[in-house]
């Protein structure tokens, strides 16, 4: 099993401009930018989400939408960041119950 910890996704802007905010609120992950959608991965043996959280608080408008996934492989645990109408609302996802479809393949 791995260790550490994992955060990644991606965000839709409304106004362009607001890429380069997003630059510098993710200026450790890998990025991959297209006109106005960011998308962002980084993994690290320690990563507090409510950081990088915080700052996108203060920049999302209701038209920017997005998803962000938190892994913990310490912990297995994983929660999911929902970005809509300048909300961020979390949600616990079960590893197990994630990744059960594959146990048969």
Do not use: C
């Not at 939408?65 to 109408?85: L, P, V």
């Amino acid at each position: 099993m791995k260790n550490g910890m994992r955060l990644y996704g991606f965000i839709n802007v409304q106004h362009p401009e607001k890429i380069t905010l997003l630059k510098e609120i993710f200026t450790d992950f890998d990025l991959n930018i297209s006109e106005n959608r960011i998308d962002f991965d980084l993994e690290e043996v320690f990563i507090d989400p409510e950081e990088y959280l915080e700052e996108l608080k203060k920049i999302l408008s209701n038209q920017d939408t997005g998803q962000i996934d938190f892994i913990d492989f310490n912990e297995w645990q994983m929660t999911r960041y929902e970005i809509k109408d300048s909300k961020i609302i979390p949600q616990k996802i079960h590893l197990e119950n994630a990744l059960e479809k594959y146990a048969y393949e």
